[in-house]
């Protein structure tokens, strides 16, 4: 390996492999919760806009194999990207993402993330498990689980605007 290598591994920060699993019951019908992650519209309001932050781009294709590019910024803080792929939809049940977010050219985590909704009596039980690689001093499954609940309570103030 040469010197440049060397230094470069002994710099990078040390992967932390984790899962974790956030369950959420909306009163709406599973229908007008999967409605939620098919309307980009929608989408971009309850995902990614935020009083304390700037959209830069939002880019969103929900069909398998489509994409997602979200850009934005808090203040004083870095340019945060998502970039997603949809591996799976099944309308009204299931979505499986995979995605990478960066803060600025620094990668902060790789994750799969399944997100399952099942009838709960006229409601939706939605379950959001996620499989990631987060990096030490970067991100953290702490913070990740945080920011997901912190996102599905945004959803649930969307379902009933």
């Given at each position: 390996m040469t010197d440049v290598m060397t230094e470069l591994a002994t710099e990078?920060?040390?992967?932390?492999?984790?899962?974790?699993r956030v369950s959420r019951?909306?009163?709406?019908?599973?229908?007008?919760?999967?409605?939620?992650?098919?309307?980009?519209?929608?989408?971009?309001?309850?995902?990614?806009?935020?009083?304390?932050c700037d959209v830069l781009e939002f880019a969103y294709d929900f069909r398998v194999g489509g994409t997602e590019v979200s850009r934005f910024?808090?203040?004083?803080?870095?340019?945060?990207?998502?970039?997603?792929?949809?591996?799976?939809?099944?309308?009204?049940?299931?979505?499986?993402?995979?995605?990478?977010?960066?803060?600025?050219?620094?990668l902060?985590?790789?994750?799969?993330?399944?997100?399952?909704?099942?009838?709960?009596?006229?409601?939706?039980?939605l379950t959001f498990s996620e499989q990631g690689v987060y990096f030490e001093g970067v991100d953290g499954p702490k913070n990740r689980e945080d920011g997901t609940r912190f996102i599905l309570e945004k959803l649930a103030k969307a379902l009933v605007d």
């Open positions: 990078a920060p040390g992967a932390i492999h984790s899962t974790f019951t909306y009163p709406q019908a599973p229908e007008r919760v999967f409605k939620a992650f098919e309307d980009t519209e929608l989408v971009r309001r309850w995902r990614v806009e935020d009083d304390n910024v808090f203040p004083g803080g870095p340019e945060i990207r998502l970039d997603a792929q949809f591996q799976d939809i099944v309308a009204n049940e299931r979505i499986i993402f995979t995605y990478r977010m960066m803060a600025g050219p620094v902060l985590s790789v994750s799969l993330s399944t997100i399952e909704l099942k009838r709960s009596g006229r409601g939706t039980e």
